[in-house]
């Protein structure tokens, strides 16, 4: 199928996936290579625009990322994002140095918005800064467009090139203007017409997977989430009953979750898929015995999963695929995206054991955010109220109890979740809050009920509003819906005696505590 495209080369920076998110936003496909691609691999794909990310480095060291000159000779357009707006003036003779004043935040930034870059864009916009040094000259046949009280070069352009170089991010929500800056760069400038389409991505990936199965059969991973439904739902229509989809229930769920995937999803629901129930839960339990660290729980979690598929695999007969709803931000904080730090293992990425008895994972939401795999649920006839389900993780509960996991720490996180949830719903906030959920800490203290003493867990509550899960905000609840949750928590739930709400916005926290 043809398509325009739009190349994002990867530096290392944690927000090359958004940058490529905002541009399929503005109706236009793009893919991530890494900036080792080499210069004819480039030519051969004969993109639309190409876009250099941010990255951690100073690009005038010498063991730094950078790019062979010939890239700005394509006659491409390209737009460099903060360290690749600096390299850009590096390598084209400008000059990049420490920055006298470094910028971190929201910052003002002034706009000449004569430049193709800024059209329809204030004279005055706000930009997330995240630089320590700075381009102090810019390379010749640039201008200035854009600048700070601490920034002389906050944009620079060589029109007659079609090249430009940013020092904010315009990728990250808090760039006020920034979606409309990327429009005018790969709608206006780079003349793309806008005509990919989510529909377009899952017809693309139907015909990719049915491609690559052939005849052969398929395991899905399905858990009953957002994620692992739409990667169901996709993998029936490629491949109908070549696909068997095994759900693990081990015992980490939410409240009566287990019965639920399978009414949706068993012979009894609306979907014709072979389903098969995995009863987990004290196989889990014991591995998890004992074990307190985050990392551990997680790679116990994952390699039990995939232990249960292929013990699975083997009572069906051959299998050649494991199918898994892994999307991006499970990949970026695995540390498998570009140069980015590992945050944490994900049971369906980083987690995963070396030897894995399958010929390959297909992952066909691997490339896409939440909100995007939303976007193709609804496109694929997946009812709105499964697409719209509350996120949940894949080591599910066990990363939502701190510390050791067992069987009556579960009951307590359980119930308090569901009254959690239960009570937001009747506040009428389920629609206006991204994520919410009850973790149980490890903390213990004493408490009166009845006139008596307690000593008992305590609850936090976690409520965010996000877009992209990559950045998040505490959600502003009502005290009084607070205080209600509160109160039932501690007198329905045995074993608890203080309920605490995480005001904590990701960064620095992460939206799951462990």
């Known amino acids: ?8 080369l990867d530096f290392g920076g944690q927000y090359n996936q958004l940058v490529a998110r905002r541009v399929r936003e503005c109706n236009v496909y793009c893919e991530i290579y890494s900036y080792r691609t080499e210069i004819e691999k480039i030519k051969e794909m004969n993109p639309k625009g190409i876009i250099l990310t941010g990255g951690p480095n100073s690009c005038y060291e010498a063991d730094s990322p950078t790019y062979t000159d010939t890239l700005f000779e394509l006659g491409v357009p390209i737009l460099g994002l903060c360290y690749g707006a600096q390299l850009m003036m590096h390598i084209l003779g400008g000059k990049v140095e420490k920055a006298p004043v470094q910028e971190y935040g929201k910052t003002e930034v002034m706009i000449n918005t004569a430049s193709p870059l800024f059209t329809e864009v204030s004279e005055k916009t706000v930009c997330w800064m995240s630089h320590s040094d700075y381009i102090s000259s810019v390379a010749p046949g640039f201008e200035i467009v854009a600048h700070t009280l601490d920034c002389p070069v906050a944009a620079a352009q060589n029109c007659v090139k079609n090249l430009f170089a940013i020092q904010f991010h315009p990728e990250v929500l808090h760039t006020q203007e920034g979606t409309k800056m990327l429009y005018n760069f790969v709608r206006g400038i780079c003349g793309c017409a806008g005509t ?20 052969g059969k398929v395991l899905c991973a399905l858990s009953g989430g957002v994620d692992s439904s739409v990667a169901a739902v996709m993998l029936s229509k490629a491949i109908g009953n070549q696909l068997t989809c095994v759900f693990v229930d081990h015992g980490l769920l939410r409240k009566n979750e287990g019965d639920e995937v399978e009414e949706v999803f068993g012979p009894n629901g ?22 307190t660290e985050p990392e551990k729980k997680r790679k116990i979690i994952g390699e039990e999963f995939i232990r249960v598929f292929e013990e699975e695999a083997k009572k069906i007969g051959a299998v050649d695929f494991l199918v898994q709803g892994t999307i991006y931000p499970d990949v970026v904080e695995s540390g498998l995206g570009g140069e980015s730090a590992v945050i944490k293992s994900h049971h369906n990425v980083g987690g995963l054991p070396e030897h894995v008895d399958f010929k390959e994972i297909i992952e066909p939401l691997r490339d896409l955010f939440k909100d995007e795999v939303r976007k193709a649920g609804l496109e694929m006839g997946i009812p709105e109220k499964l697409v719209f389900r509350q996120p949940f993780p894949g080591p599910g509960l066990g990363i939502r109890i701190i510390g050791e996991v067992t069987a009556e720490k579960v009951r307590i996180v359980q119930e308090a979740d569901a009254i959690y949830r239960e009570e937001i719903s009747n506040a009428g906030l389920d629609k206006t809050i991204g994520q919410y959920f009850a973790a149980l800490t490890n903390m213990r203290s004493v408490g009166v009920m009845g006139d008596e003493r307690t000593y008992d867990y305590a609850i936090a509550l976690r409520a965010v509003n996000t877009i992209d899960f990559m950045t998040a905000e505490s959600a502003e609840i009502p005290f009084e819906v607070l205080q209600k949750v509160m109160s039932r928590i501690i007198n329905e739930v045995r074993g608890v005696n203080r309920v605490f709400y995480d005001l904590t916005s990701k960064p620095p926290g992460t939206i799951e505590f462990e």
């Open 1 to 8: 199928m043809e398509k325009e495209l739009v190349i994002v």
């Open 196 to 215: 990919w389409r989510m529909d377009s991505f899952v017809e693309q990936s139907v015909q990719a997977i049915r491609q690559k199965v052939g005849n």
């Open 270 to 291: 609306p979907y014709e898929l072979n389903f098969i129930r995995v009863n987990a839960q004290e196989r889990y339990y014991q591995k998890l015995s004992g074990i």
